[in-house]
């Protein structure tokens, strides 16, 4: 079956850390890919999105995101994480023979001062 | 601004009972999903709608079924809800992959519990 696995489940850095989570995926054909972030108590938003073209992507607030193909990988990057970037965040997948979307497990990421 | 609305944020709800869950959207997208968030478990699909009257099931449909008699309306039924579906429920809408921006907006979610 279809899946995404996001490694990192639980992530605490202090602010201007350096930040990387992982997100893999089990889809051997062509895909979409996504990053979505929730904020504590607000709705999922988009962060970032891949679906051709230049494999590095950059998305809202600083962040960037690398597809790599061989690897099946969508890797979410921020040089320097701020206390707001406190949250959760979601990879996802989306095989181009179908509009399903598929989550990963997510990674809550906490950002101390 | 899209928006996918929700129309409960918080449901209490008695074992047994049947449960309707209602979300709407306002930018005409072909497709709309139910997901439940559980800690752990990130989003896990419930069902999909591509089109009016048509339904595709997801990961874990059981115990749930759905209806869309309308475009921009997809609502989620418990048919009788049990304590293991206390959990937040989303709702999100998307244009078909063959187009642009086709990325998935989601509502504000709603927190059901199940006593």
């Known amino acids: 079956a279809q899946s995404v696995s996001q490694h990192n489940h639980h992530v605490i850095l202090s602010e201007a850390a350096s930040l990387e989570l992982g997100c893999n995926y089990s889809?051997?054909?062509?895909?979409?890919l996504f990053w979505y972030v929730q904020y504590p108590g607000q709705h999922l938003q988009l962060l970032l999105k891949y679906f051709s073209g230049d494999p590095l992507v950059k998305g809202i607030k600083g962040f960037e995101a690398e597809f790599i193909k061989s690897k099946f990988s969508f890797n979410l990057r921020k040089p320097s994480v701020q206390w707001s970037d406190t949250a959760e965040y979601f990879c996802?997948?989306?095989?181009?023979?179908?509009?399903?979307?598929?989550f990963g497990t997510g990674t809550r990421l906490q950002v101390f001062p | 601004d899209v928006k996918v609305t929700q129309s409960s944020r918080y449901l209490v709800k008695r074992t047994g009972e049947k449960v309707f869950l209602e979300c709407v959207q306002d930018?005409?997208?072909?497709?709309m999903f139910w997901y439940r968030q559980d800690p752990g478990l990130g989003l896990r699909l419930i069902y999909f709608?591509?089109?009016?009257?048509?339904?595709e099931k997801g990961d874990i449909p059981e115990g749930y079924s759905v209806s869309r008699e309308k475009k921009e309306r997809f609502s989620l039924i418990l048919e009788s809800a049990s304590t293991n579906q206390t959990s937040m429920y989303l709702c999100a809408s998307s244009s078909p992959s063959t187009g642009l921006n086709t990325e998935a907006f989601f509502g504000q979610g709603t927190r059901l519990t199940v006593v």
């Open positions: 996802a997948v989306r095989p181009h023979n179908t509009d399903k979307l598929i």
């Open positions: 709608s591509y089109d009016v009257k048509m339904k």
């Open positions: 930018m005409d997208h072909e497709n």
């Open positions: 889809y051997g054909g062509t895909v979409n």
